[in-house]
């Protein structure tokens, strides 16, 4: 296989963990439910791939290719992605209702509406049944020691990072070796979606 054909394999690998035609997309402005929802799933979407994506790629090199001819390899793949992500869209639910708290004083978003309706919308794009009624349940423990004034202050994205380095599926001694650069990597990645919540105009009634 030649370099431009392994490019290819690549580049089709990364867009299979999450196919978002606009997962890039800059936000410029929420000025309703509906944009927060978007804004919460594309970004965690954008962390949970980028993240994942990138960890796999640096520890297989090109053998990464190969990997993803081998079904159990994929499905691990899947069940890592759909663990990450949930943890990542309740980290940035909790994150953003504080936050619009704190800058906005808004104080009418139901954090619990928000989560399940974006978990239930992603079951038609794989997301597992069983893992979504998990992540519900957690969810829901979580909100109990919820402080929406502190929140944001107080490492918001902690789970979801644990949440990479757990269902990463990468040898548990090789992770070992690679948490502190892998806990960074995604940290930074939460830092960028952080700035552009920061710079978004936000028009919530």
Not at 48 to 65: F, I, P, W
Not at 86 to 91: L, T, W
Not at 95 to 111: A, M, Q, R
Not at 162 to 191: G, Q, Y
Request: hydrophobic content about 40%.
């Amino acid at each position: 296989m030649n370099l431009k054909a392994i490019s290819e394999v690549l580049s089709a690998v990364r867009d299979y963990l999450f196919p978002y035609e606009k997962i890039s997309k800059r936000f410029l402005k929420i000025n309703s439910e509906n944009d927060l929802l978007t804004f919460i799933k594309e970004k965690s979407a954008f962390v949970t791939q980028s993240t994942l994506y990138g960890y796999l790629k640096t520890r297989m090199g090109l053998k990464q290719y190969m990997m993803f001819t081998d079904d159990v390899f994929v499905q691990s793949v899947n069940k890592s992605k759909w663990n990450i992500f949930s943890e990542a869209v309740a980290d940035l639910t909790f994150f953003s209702i504080s936050f619009f708290k704190k800058k906005y004083n808004i104080e009418s978003l139901d954090p619990t509406q928000i989560y399940e309706n974006i978990l239930n919308n992603e079951i038609q794009n794989g997301l597992p049944k069983d893992i979504c009624e998990k992540y519900k349940i957690k969810f829901k423990e979580k909100l109990k020691n919820f402080n929406i004034e502190e929140y944001s202050n107080n490492s918001p994205f902690l789970n979801s990072c644990n949440a990479l380095f757990h269902w990463a599926p990468i040898a548990d001694e090789l992770k070992e070796l690679d948490k502190e650069i892998v806990i960074n990597s995604i940290k930074n990645k939460w830092m960028l979606v952080v700035a552009d919540l920061e710079k978004i105009t936000v028009n919530l009634k």
